[in-house]
């Protein structure tokens, strides 16, 4: 290979020839190869291309890479399908919030399918950068505060994504992302600096990162964002240093979107030249749209400022990925447009995606029992810009949404009412503007209705990339609707939509139920009829602790205690704010079902865990309801005097049961020495003898302890 041939399998670009199938008037054909693309894969100046669709299309670029290119390296095709591609399943937050590794395995399995046959072999997904500042937007594009939970939903999607053989026709490879501690910009603002101390990096942020590969993931994407003053797309102690040389990691780093090139603007590089050279030699593989690569590297290896084995390796990696995913011995994978036209908007997909949707959906407060509602005889105010709307249902990160066959709140609550009449619909605001006379049509129809269903929150476009919010509330507009409609004095229903906690206020807080239904995609309006009717008893639980107030970000249930812990002698001279107390509104792991559950104090197979040994940790969960519903039992463990200031609780495994009215079962989990481990000040990953707090609970704040030692070795 020439050097310009190297450059050119380190550089991938957006793919700006294909339309959208939305916009095609023949479909089957395909749009023609464009020129300019056609010549750079002529001469192979690019490793693929991304966020461009249909089979017809990509073949025809595949056939000039493969048929008139002098190597004939085939392309690999990408994408940033996160949640879906045509069919939307609901934003990972939302899935997180089902606590279901089986079901969000399922929903990437499904998500492969649909865009494996739309001319995809690469998807730049799953996102699982830990977010502990609701303020950053992209929060909605991960699985919430939690790294455990984080790991294990990072593992179930890269497992779903990349299916049972990376050479499989519908096997899609998976980019875990973004490498590394993005969740952790300053401020909550988006790409902002990072200042983190190793092992924080290490338990929190890099633990979903490790699951990912050692899961089988060959693929990532450097993040924005610096730690600690070195910027990741320079950094090579974390890239090549921690990722290829003591994990092994042997798959490629691409970067984020022109991150190689931002180098300049981040004062580490004097210009493009150098930061060209810093990338590459951090362990940055492909060079995402800058075209850094395809300028400066023949360059940097010809003035020997870059040894060509360092771009020989960063090939190696590439090449051996497209072959690990069937691209060599079959160029033409995943681009077939008769499977495209069976494996698009199926009906199979859309119950996966009504499933997961409502397995998503957190009853937060259901006073006095106004939830379910009835389908016969209950006059219902369907209030709010959420209520018809389609505009909103996706989130971010869903761009390619069919948003004519998604289901409306409005479609989904008429389908199941036996009297359709019985629904009034009136958006009363828009999502950050008044609507003239909206507050008074809303305050006439919450007049005529035995019970209002407030459908309130965030727009898609306020969540995602570069949407970070100071102030993590409901708009003003929808506030003031829902004051008005409050002062009716009618049972209300609120509908969150929302890509984030929120800080919940005045008459939204004091509904009497609350309901968090995230952006839950194409089969939202089925979802959360569903859920209203009592058809579904929720079942979710939050992945993120919903504040009392936005300046108590960032907040999350795992932290460390301090010296001077808030208690209940006073806020003097404590840890506190003067406002509020620390705890959440609404805390990590807290959810409500239409039934009731109890729980017992833990029981443990031994008081003693012995080094190499283990404990197995046993609780009786309960129905004492009247409804058959579905508990998450979460177990929780606190060291209680270590080396290191240790997190108040932590989350080490969660079980799903499904029980009858006066039904119970045993719940069992298992711990040993390694559960118990941190990294200590010599960074050294350890377990220390002493004792620990125990808990089974359904949430972060609730259940009670039991003690156990670890023994000495």
């Avoid at 990408?78 to 395995?105: C, K, M, R």
């Avoid at 940790?617 to 519903?629: L, W």
């Avoid at 039992?633 to 290191?644: E, G, K, N, V």
């Amino acid at each position: 290979m020439t050097i310009e041939e190297k450059a050119g399998q380190l550089s991938i670009f957006s793919d700006m020839t294909r339309l959208t199938p939305q916009t095609l008037i023949n479909p089957e054909a395909g749009p023609p190869v464009d020129k300019n693309l056609a010549q750079r894969v002529r001469e192979g100046r690019l490793v693929g291309v991304f966020n461009g669709f249909g089979a017809a299309g990509a073949r025809a670029i595949q056939r000039v890479a493969v048929e008139e290119s002098r190597l004939k390296i085939p392309l690999i095709f990408g994408a940033d399908v996160l949640h879906g591609l045509y069919t939307i399943f609901p934003i990972p937050l939302g899935e997180a919030a089902s606590f279901d590794p089986q079901l969000a395995e399922r929903t990437a399995r499904a998500a492969a399918i649909e865009s494996t046959a739309n001319g995809l072999h690469w998807t730049f997904a799953p996102m699982v950068d830990i977010g502990r500042d609701q303020r950053w937007g992209r929060v909605a594009e991960g699985s919430g505060e939690d790294p455990y939970l984080g790991s294990m939903l990072a593992v179930a999607r890269v497992q779903g994504f990349q299916g049972k053989s990376l050479t499989d026709e519908d096997s899609l490879l998976a980019c875990p992302k973004h490498f590394v501690a993005y969740g952790a910009a300053s401020g909550g603002m988006d790409y902002n600096t990072v200042e983190m101390s190793d092992q924080t990096l290490h338990e929190v942020y890099l633990a979903p990162f490790k699951a990912a590969f050692d899961a089988g993931a060959l693929s990532t994407m450097s993040s924005f964002n610096d730690i600690n003053g070195v910027p990741m797309s320079a950094n090579r102690r974390l890239m090549t240093g921690l990722l290829r040389e003591q994990w092994k990691f042997r798959g490629m780093v691409v970067s984020d979107y022109t991150a190689d090139k931002e180098l300049v603007m981040h004062g580490v590089a004097k210009d493009d030249r150098e930061a060209t050279r810093l990338a590459i030699l951090a362990g940055v593989d492909i060079s995402m749209q800058s075209d850094l690569y395809n300028v400066y590297l023949p360059k940097l290896v010809a003035s020997g400022e870059l040894p060509m084995a360092v771009v020989d390796e960063s090939v190696r990696r590439v090449l051996r990925t497209k072959y690990l995913v069937g691209l060599f011995d079959n160029p033409y994978r995943s681009l077939d447009p008769e499977v495209e036209k069976r494996n698009t908007m199926t009906p199979q997909l859309r119950a996966v995606a009504r499933e997961s949707a409502r397995a998503s959906i957190v009853l937060l407060k259901n006073q006095g029992n106004v939830l379910p509602l009835s389908k016969s005889g209950q006059k219902i105010a369907l209030i709010g810009p959420f209520g018809p709307d389609i505009k909103n249902f996706a989130g971010p990160w869903a761009p390619f949404a069919k948003m004519d066959h998604v289901v409306s709140i409005e479609q989904g609550m008429r389908a199941v009412l036996a009297d359709k009449s019985l629904l009034t619909v009136t958006p009363g605001s828009l999502v950050e503007k008044p609507l003239d006379g909206g507050i008074e049509a809303a305050v006439a129809a919450a007049r005529a209705a035995d019970v209002v269903v407030l459908a309130i929150g965030e727009g898609q476009d306020m969540s995602g990339e570069a949407q970070s919010r100071t102030q993590i509330v409901v708009p003003e507009p929808q506030q003031q609707l829902a004051e008005a409609v409050a002062k009716v004095g009618k049972p209300m229903v609120v509908l969150l939509r929302n890509g984030r906690a929120l800080a919940l206020e005045g008459a939204v807080r004091d509904a009497q139920a609350i309901v968090v239904t995230w952006f839950l995609g194409t089969e939202t309006g089925s979802a959360v009829a569903d859920v209203l009717f009592g058809d579904y008893s929720p079942s979710g639980r939050l992945p993120v602790s919903f504040p009392q107030d936005s300046g108590q970000q960032p907040y999350f249930y795992n932290r460390r205690t301090t010296g001077r812990p808030e208690g209940d002698d006073g806020p003097a001279f404590k840890a506190r704010y003067r406002e509020v107390s620390n705890e959440a509104l609404y805390s990590f792991g807290h959810g409500l079902t239409y039934s009731r559950f109890t729980y017992s104090r833990p029981q443990l197979s031994t008081k003693a865990l012995a080094w190499d040994g283990t404990l197995t940790v046993t609780a009786k969960i309960a129905n004492t309801g009247e409804r058959e519903a579905e508990e998450i039992a979460q177990l929780y463990i606190r060291d209680r005097a270590a080396s290191m200031t240790r997190p108040i609780r932590e989350l080490k495994g969660f079980r799903k049961v499904r029980l009858p009215p006066g039904a119970s079962t045993d719940v069992q989990f298992t711990l040993t020495r390694q559960d118990l481990a941190f990294y200590n000040q010599e960074m050294q990953f350890v377990a220390e003898p002493g004792e620990f707090d125990v808990w089974i609970a359904p949430s972060s704040t609730t259940g009670v302890s039991s003690r156990f030692a670890l023994n000495a070795s």
